[in-house]
């Protein structure tokens, strides 16, 4: 079955800094890669998503990159803000069932 | 109304008893799912409904039960459970389940503590 990788476990950014979580698939058949944020005691919450025949894709301070052939993709997040920090998940989906495998996930620390 | 919604919020139950979720969204979505999240862990996906007919079990024990009675409500019954059966179990639902790629709303959770 799939089996997400996500990188690195625990970051840690001034105020005002860019931010970058990466994930890695197993699986090529995977073509959905939604992020999720996870505040302390908060449901997740879908923050951005990818499609795998779009390789970028941009939401204001936040985009998302695919790259196929490697089977990874990122989140970037610039001009953080404390209001940043949380837990974020990626995930890999295929196109039928919506069954979505989460990364490990990232705990972000926006310091101000 | 864009919200999933759950009850109870926090539930303690010993290893004896039996116990529902519920879950419930009107926002017309006929995939309802049930997760479970560990404390620092990604949720783990156990139930998987779609148009009201169970689509995916994750090989979860017997002791939980799902149950859809129709397409806004989603029960998860507990009997018998363990204390490592402690966690945060959250409910979700999408537009739909077997095709494409719609988004997963998230409901708030249920802390479930077994003693």
């Known amino acids: 079955g799939e089996n997400v990788e996500q990188h690195p476990s625990t970051l840690s950014v001034q105020e005002g800094d860019s931010a970058v979580i990466k994930c890695t698939y197993s699986?090529?058949?995977?073509?959905?890669f939604p992020w999720y944020k996870q505040e302390l005691g908060k449901r997740p919450q879908l923050i951005i998503d990818?499609?795998?025949?779009?390789g970028e894709k941009k939401d204001q301070q936040i985009a998302v990159t695919l790259n196929k052939t490697a089977k990874h993709f990122s989140l970037h997040i610039t001009e953080t803000q404390p209001e940043d920090s949380a837990v974020y998940f990626c995930?890999?989906?295929?196109?039928?069932?919506?069954?979505?495998?989460f990364g490990a996930g990232t705990i972000l620390r926006v310091k101000s | 109304d864009t919200e999933v919604t759950q009850t109870p919020k926090h539930l303690v139950m010993g290893m004896t008893n039996k116990k529902s979720l519920k879950c419930e969204q009107h926002m017309g979505h006929r995939a309802m799912y049930w997760y479970k999240q560990k404390a620092k862990k990604p949720p783990e996906l156990m139930f998987v409904y779609s148009y009201e007919k169970l689509s995916i079990n994750e090989s979860v024990p017997s002791r939980f039960s799902p149950e859809c009675p129709n397409s806004s409500l989603l029960n998860l019954h507990l009997h018998a459970l363990q204390p490592e059966d402690s966690a945060l179990y959250l409910c979700?639902?999408?537009?739909?389940?077997?095709?494409?790629?719609?988004?997963?709303?998230f409901g708030p959770g249920t802390r479930l503590t077994v003693t």
């Open positions: 699986d090529s058949a995977s073509n959905y």
């Open positions: 979700a639902s999408s537009q739909g389940a077997l095709a494409v790629y719609y988004e997963q709303y």
């Open positions: 995930a890999a989906s295929k196109e039928y069932g919506n069954k979505l495998v």
């Open positions: 990818i499609r795998s025949n779009v």
